[in-house]
């Protein structure tokens, strides 16, 4: 198991070194063990799914969970090349992939701009490959959008939030901003990690400095 040690973490594993994958997806539970909701769907209609990741997975999981309007939560792996990866193999950098969590929302409750509030404010995306202390290409910052109309809410809120943070004194924000690739659920016990292991590792750290909401872009 040389390759869980090997490489260059903080750099991006080409597709064709990726490693394979399997075909099988994660069983994970039924239902969600906070906000006893279904973890994989089927989801009630009107409801929304937005992707975003910020580090270490089971802090940012309970961050959402937490906000009113969620509906349910995952964690899970996305925006690499690996099909249903373990946690092992996405920790050996050789999958492309960045620890995620989808949230699954009411927009009659919350709207796509809070969260990305919420997803801004809980860690600093200004640091690349890594969040904190947490180093490798699986703890970048990313959001991965469902809609053109997420797609340029998340445009326009990173463009307001790094001039913020820009006068604060930090770097140019590094998030990923995508089409949602697959996501892969995660293994069973990093579901609702926290709320498991009340005591338990939470890297989630942010800047401190507040974000604007509801930012609309007036480029084309």
Known sequence: MGWLFGGNKTSMVRPEDALPGRTSAMA???RHAVLDAPLAGPYPEGLEVADFGL???WGAERKFWQTPGVYTTAVGYQGGYTPHPTYEEVCSAQTGHTEVVRVVFDPARISYDDLLKVFWEAHDPTQGMRQGNDVGTQYRSA?????PAQEKSALASRDSYESVLKTAGYGPITTEIAPAPPFYFAEDYHQQYLFKNPGGYCGIGGTGVSCPVGIVSTGE
């Open 55 to 57: 580090g270490c997975f």
């Open 143 to 147: 959001i991965y959008y469902h809609s």
């Open 28 to 30: 994970v539970p039924a």
